[in-house]
């Protein structure tokens, strides 16, 4: 009984995670996830969003951004896409650059998958600033 009860509270859990994350339909970092979720969930901690943050990326149920800072970001999208990182206000946009999927086949020893293009600037709306 314990176990089925602990099940359902991490499918209860998981599943609140990963409505946040479409919910926004942005792309938001760990730390941002966590604090959506302990509004609605006071008694969940840190370690449980990102071990199913984890798990929801392993999946493929959302999207995982790598960024250079170390601050990656989880986008609801989950097709294959290439982002765009503001220098000044640290958000992440999607871009109209197309996938080049070609390049997953640059260097025939190994089996490239996908891979992580991400450009760096300012946006439009510090560049008014």
Do not use: W
């Not at 176990?3 to 998981?14: D, F, G, I, Y």
């Not at 871009?95 to 300012?122: A, C, E, M, W």
């Amino acid at each position: 009984m314990e176990e089925l009860m602990k099940r359902e509270r991490n499918t209860n859990q998981k599943e609140m995670i990963k409505a946040e994350v479409q919910l926004h339909q942005g792309h938001l970092t760990g730390d941002q996830i966590y604090a959506l979720v302990k509004e609605k969930m006071p008694g969940i901690g840190r370690a449980t969003v990102f071990r199913n943050l984890k798990d929801l990326t392993e999946k493929g149920e959302i999207g995982y951004i790598p960024t250079v800072d170390g601050a990656g970001f989880f986008d609801y999208r989950k097709h294959n896409h290439y982002h765009f990182k503001c220098t000044k206000c640290n958000r992440l946009f999607d871009t109209n650059v197309p996938y080049n999927d070609s390049l997953d086949k640059v260097d025939s020893r190994f089996n490239i998958q996908n891979h992580v293009t991400l450009f760096y600037g300012i946006c439009p709306e510090c560049e008014k600033m």
